[in-house]
């Protein structure tokens, strides 16, 4: 089952012309279709064309296999697997363009998919069966590469657009084509967290507990160690010999001027306390704009206390730090 | 109509209402200084007169985590999780032996799951808990003291009776479970530990006393108390995983909330 998109998605348009150049005139035609499989194995075209025109409303004309006919922007009933089917568009002031089932299926949103595959990958197709199908389809990016494959894929560094095309095979024209933006995402705002609780800390036979914490959040990139050490029942802020929490790597930055990019930007600090009996935490920020994200598994943190000399925890030893994913 | 009022704002145990000056400027402003004169009327009828008192408080948490299945020798673990900060609102009523009162705390939510001693060594460390704090916990309590010390003592003691509403929401912090894969030498996981934060809203009954001392009749230090009991689990935590080469039946550890809640505070 194919899904309509939302219209907003597809900003341009085109017309067709007889040799599958675009027209440029003020008369729009922009064929798009959904096509779905019924239960009883037959197709249901959906219209979704974009027409403009200055002369009327326009008429859609469907002709079936046997040559009976309907108007209305879709057709009446559905098609069977091996039938034919005509479209004629017209204007209302005598421009008209017809298309036959072979270009209304090749015009079917299926075949533009766009996939974002994380961390602005894209995946575009699928495409066109390359051995059997009388199209292919070639995809133009705004920087100004293009590609056949099947499926293509980009990686986008900024805004940009993709046209979509589909060409005929027999003499490589241009059936239709769709302009899409491409709106690049910098990554996302990520936090985590667990606690160890450290049984004969450095060998002295004290319990620690130590939680350990890392973000990118609204404003905010950091890491925070919070350590408590067991005093009978409870857990108690008590002398230790230090603490520190520190962070490393990367991070993303939005930028949107003129078009949206994302920095890397570098992260890099620490906050450590001394010998002595401090409140339960020690953390280390780097306040930024809103726009910050994470980039994954870039940016880590350590986290440590030192107890009757020895260090412990992520960052310390063979311990691995603590990666945001 | 000029109507000059104090209304409880007198925070020691004075009366509540005093009016000095009346002059008729409009009948609307007559009606609500009216019906306000006809509801404080009607408190001191009820309670002769009231006062206030207003609690910042502090203190640790010993929510208990439930073993829904436990680890095996794992141990029954720990319960004091954390620490939160309390405010209260305190309102009493002049020669009755019981007051109303509401609060509010704040605090994180944890869960730990407990291990052997020596049977979980981490890069050279002995690890017998693991913890994980998803979400974060709001409970607004409303209740009764009733004093069993003469109120003009120093000293006070007052069990109470609450009912709460207890809010927990999702904080969108994930577990780091990779970065302390268990290991052995005794336990070894099949799935590193997995944690199941959820959002809850549930009426929690407490029960508990308050105990301190009033100085200069007005300033309060004191101790608080209050078991809680919830039944809705806001955090489960989960370990799929091997104890000496056979495998158990994946732990389930969950916190609700129900524990002792310590506080102590200032109140004026």
């Known amino acids: 089952m194919l899904t309509n998109e939302e219209s907003d998605d597809w900003t341009n348009y085109f017309t067709l012309n007889s040799d599958g150049s675009i027209n440029t005139e003020k008369k729009v035609f922009q064929p798009k279709f959904n096509s779905a499989q019924t239960v009883d194995g037959k197709l249901a075209i959906s219209n979704i064309s974009w027409v403009e025109s200055a002369n009327g409303t326009p008429i859609f004309q469907w002709v079936y296999s046997d040559n009976s006919s309907s108007t209305g922007l879709n057709p009446t009933r559905t098609i069977n697997p091996n039938e034919t089917l005509s479209v004629t568009v017209n204007d209302g002031s005598g421009t008209s363009q017809t298309l036959n089932i072979e270009d209304i299926l090749a015009c079917s949103v299926e075949n533009f998919a766009i996939t974002n595959m994380g961390n602005n990958l894209y995946k575009f197709g699928p495409s066109f069966n390359a051995s059997s199908s009388p199209y292919y389809t070639k995809w133009v990016f705004s920087d100004g590469t293009t590609s056949t494959a099947n499926p293509a894929f980009k990686t986008f560094t900024s805004n940009g657009t993709v046209t979509c095309q589909a060409w005929r095979v027999s003499d490589n024209t241009l059936a239709c084509q769709f302009t899409k933006p491409v709106n690049i995402k910098c990554g996302d705002k990520k936090e985590k967290s667990v606690t160890h609780i450290f049984n004969n800390a450095g060998g002295s036979g004290q319990k620690w507990k130590l939680d350990c914490s890392i973000w990118v959040q609204s404003s905010e990139v950091g890491c925070k160690s919070k350590y408590l050490k067991r005093v009978g029942f409870a857990w108690l802020p008590a002398n230790n010999q230090g603490a520190c929490a520190d962070i490393s790597g990367t991070y993303k930055r939005e930028v949107n001027n003129p078009n949206k990019i994302c920095n890397d930007i570098t992260a890099s600090g620490s906050k450590c306390l001394g010998n002595g009996t401090y409140p339960t935490s020690v953390s280390f920020t780097i306040s930024e704009v809103p726009s910050v994200f994470r980039e994954p598994n870039l940016l880590s943190s350590g986290h440590r206390i030192k107890v009757n000399g020895v260090w412990m925890g992520p960052g310390t030893g063979t311990m691995p730090r603590l990666f945001l994913d | ?268």
């Open chain 2, 1 to 268: 109509m000029l109507v000059s009022t104090v209304i409880g704002v007198n925070y020691g145990c004075l009366p509540a209402l005093s009016i000095t000056n009346v002059s008729k400027k409009s009948k609307i402003m007559s009606s609500i200084f009216k019906k306000t004169i006809s509801v404080l009327g009607f408190l001191s009828i009820v309670g002769v007169g009231y006062c206030q008192e207003l609690m910042m408080s502090f203190g640790p948490t010993f929510t208990t985590t439930e073993q829904i299945i436990p680890i095996v020798n794992g141990g029954m673990g720990d319960t004091n999780t954390d620490y939160m900060f309390s405010i209260s609102y305190e309102h009493f009523f002049i020669k009755k032996p019981f007051s109303l009162f509401a609060s509010f705390v704040r605090f994180d939510g944890y869960t730990f799951m407990f291990f052997e001693e020596g049977g979980f060594i981490s890069y050279g460390n002995e690890i017998v808990g693991i913890g994980f704090s998803g979400v974060k916990v709001n409970r607004f309590d409303m209740g009764i003291n009733y004093r069993l010390i003469n109120r003009k003592k120093k000293f006070y003691l007052s069990p109470f009776i609450a009912m709460g509403v207890q809010i927990s929401r999702k904080t969108g912090v994930e577990i780091y479970s990779e970065l302390t894969p268990v290991n052995g030498p005794n336990y070894f996981e099949l799935e590193p530990i997995s944690a199941d934060p959820r959002n809850t809203t549930q009426i929690v009954p407490s029960l508990g006393f308050r105990t301190g001392f009033i100085f200069w009749k007005r300033l309060n230090v004191g101790l608080c108390f209050q078991g809680v009991y919830a039944y809705k689990a806001y955090q489960k935590m989960y370990l799929k995983y091997e104890y000496k080469g056979v495998e158990q039946p994946t732990a389930e550890y969950e916190a609700t909330g129900t524990g002792l809640y310590v506080t102590l505070g200032v109140g004026y």
